[in-house]
């Protein structure tokens, strides 16, 4: 099993900067893809990116470019880098944990955090 706490969040203007971390603790961390999802009010929640290594990373099509995904398996945490913050990322956003292999489907992911709110302001 594998417990996950997020930190990092905050309130930024649109344009700035934020760093997300997922401290994970339990065993063989690195035996599992790790993502990270968002949830805005009122909308259901979604995929943002997964790192299996960190050469082997996926992004939604409304982050790449701007977000980076990485993990440090000797500190057993993984992060989000979010660059060029806007408005519409607004949301809670959610590490979890899955050992069924490099997914975007919320419904592979076994293990969750509790979240982390990030509130970009235009």
């Known amino acids: 099993q594998v417990q996950l706490v997020e930190s990092g969040g905050g309130l930024v203007q649109a344009g700035d900067s934020l760093r997300l971390s997922c401290a994970a603790s339990g065993r063989a961390f690195n035996a599992y893809v790790m993502g990270w999802f968002r949830q805005a009010p009122g909308k259901e929640r979604e995929f943002v990116a997964f790192t299996w290594t960190n050469t082997n990373t996926g992004y939604s099509d409304s982050v790449k470019g701007r977000f980076t995904c990485s993990r440090d398996n000797f500190k057993s945490t993984v992060y989000l880098q979010m660059n060029s913050l806007k408005p519409e990322d607004t949301a809670v956003y959610f590490c979890?944990?899955?050992?069924?292999?490099?997914?975007?489907?919320?419904?592979?992911?076994?293990?969750w955090g509790q979240g982390t709110q990030v509130t970009v302001s235009s």
């Open positions: 979890a944990a899955s050992r069924r292999g490099a997914s975007t489907s919320r419904y592979d992911y076994d293990y």
